[in-house]
């Protein structure tokens, strides 16, 4: 392991780099962060070597770096770049200052005399067509006309899961035998997000019952699978092999248009949509708002703010109120009252 560098008020601009994205990895970031963080400080300085006749990156020390010259450089990217990349290239400026003021190098950091553009405001993408997620449900519960190798108690299962806890798709494909924890009345999803941190989402017991009713199924389907072991994939196609992000949004796109309201689903956001819809829902319901970022997995926009860790309790009291919830007891009562009739 190579020694860590020292670092002082005149050294290389580069050294300072090199010794942030060492800290930063410590926090094991995805190594296309890690990327995208290195090309935004290293083209920002090359802008500024070359607007202040100072050189190449590699001639530049940290003692280059004062507003003036920080500001026509930003400024000077701003001209062919988009908002959005300016706005990271600004965050990944003032972490590296961050680090250097932390670690006693520098005295103050000077990005926020640097101006970046504001965060545009994106409205929720949320499917608005009236009893959505309860036709959703009830299309997914009967075996699709044209699928040859229908299983209505797979699909059930997977939209359930995304109307009533609002995860991710990958976290949804992610997600083994194993994730669903805890005794009968109280379990919970281990969800992995971005960046690899968990967090627990509780199961309604409707929710608990459909899946395990889509478990039942499985077993019986591929008797040679080991559903008793932690790592086994909890959602599989009709091979029995761990779903894709593409299968996934094949099947919810499909049962959109079996319950007609394709139309209804913003552009671009075709799973992520039940994401909002459920965020929207739970808000409308009278949900926390810190109880529904931890249970969202949203990092904060603001990385100085602290949010008040919300209970477990208070948790699975979002997850039993949720507007969805009724959706589904509704539909898994219907599907008691009408059981399809064996082939």
């Not at 990895?25 to 963080?37: D, E, I, N, Q, R």
């Not at 899961?161 to 798709?169: A, D, K, L």
Request: charged share 20%.
């Amino acid at each position: 392991m190579a020694p860590r560098l020292k670092l002082s008020p005149s050294s290389p601009l580069t050294d300072a780099i090199e010794a942030w994205l060492v800290n930063l990895g410590a926090a094991k970031p995805s190594p296309a962060t890690l990327a995208a963080y290195r090309r935004d400080v290293q083209g920002i300085a090359s802008r500024l070597g070359a607007l202040e006749d100072l050189g190449d990156l590699a001639d530049l020390g940290l003692a280059d770096l004062g507003r003036p010259a920080l500001r026509a450089a930003f400024a000077s990217w701003a001209g062919d770049h988009a908002a959005a990349s300016v706005r990271r290239a600004h965050s990944a400026w003032s972490s590296l200052f961050d680090f250097l003021v932390a670690d006693g190098i520098l005295d103050g950091n000077p990005m926020a005399a640097v101006p970046k553009p504001k965060a545009p405001v994106v409205l929720p993408r949320s499917i608005r067509a009236r009893d959505a997620v309860g036709r959703l449900l009830r299309v997914a519960a009967q075996p699709d006309p044209r699928s040859h190798q229908a299983w209505p108690a797979r699909d059930l299962a997977v939209v359930a899961t995304f109307c009533v806890t609002g995860i991710r798709e990958a976290e949804a494909v992610g997600l083994d035998l194993g994730s669903v924890s805890g005794e009968p009345g109280a379990r919970h999803l281990e969800v992995r997000g971005k960046g690899g941190k968990a967090r627990p989402i509780p199961i309604d017991p409707v929710l608990d019952n459909v899946l395990s009713a889509y478990r039942q199924e499985r077993g019986a389907r591929f008797p040679k699978q080991d559903l008793d072991h932690p790592a086994t994939p909890l959602f599989v196609d009709v091979r029995g092999r761990r779903m894709s992000v593409d299968q996934v949004r094949y099947l919810v796109e499909r049962l959109y248009v079996r319950a007609g309201i394709r139309s209804q689903v913003p552009a671009g956001a075709l799973v992520h949509a039940l994401r909002h819809t459920f965020a929207t829902a739970a808000l409308e319901a009278g949900a926390d708002v810190v109880e529904l970022q931890e249970l969202l997995g949203h990092a904060s926009l603001e990385t100085t703010r602290r949010y008040l860790s919300a209970t477990g309790q208070g948790l699975r009291h979002v997850i039993q109120a949720h507007p969805s919830q009724a959706a589904l007891r509704a539909s898994v009562a219907g599907l008691s009252e009408h059981p399809e009739q064996p082939t």
